[in-house]
């Protein structure tokens, strides 16, 4: 957060949050899983006065560490949930016109429960009609290949599982942080995921 703007998106990957309204210019009922600093729900809710959002963060006391020093601040339109978000998921039967996924259970990786078919199977449950979901995994970093291959595949399964839904996913891989080879590696998986998906809508791996 920006001490002379609380609003305004600090972290680069967050801002990647705002192509939710790029491929769904309609939206209105937007679900994110995982709260933390609460920063795009602190931003959306801020610039776009026509959304609704439910958050879904696992820990009350993060919540309450944000709202006692990121400006977190209570708003009709926001509803936050103490919740797994899995459990979650199982158990709405809400629709939403986006779904956000930002969940890890480290520095390191998304919970394996949040990276399997039936996730993805529920997410596409909420959906509306032509809804947008869009995950964060890992990019491996600095940790070296083991990681790497391991943040990749998770992006994989997440995107082969969303192909045989005949349903498009959005991924994103902050993949600015590798070398030059590594870059291009996670272009050339991002087409390979593409085609052996072999989905009707694209997936999309952003820098």
Known sequence: MFLDDEIELAGSYTKFYKLARYFKPSMSKVLMLGGGGYSFPKYAINRYP???MDVVEIDPGITALAARFFALRENPRLRI???????????TNEKYDVILGDIFNSHYSIPFHLSTLETVERYHK?????GVVRVVVGDGGERGGVHRERDRGQARALALQAGRLERGLLIQQPIHQLGNRCRAQARMDAVRIQRQAGQHQPVHQFR
Request: hydrophobic content about 35%; aromatic content about 6%.
């Open 50 to 52: 026509d959304i609704r």
């Open 81 to 91: 949930i103490h919740e797994d978000a899995r459990t979650f998921l199982n158990t």
């Open 126 to 130: 909420l959906l509306g009609e032509d």
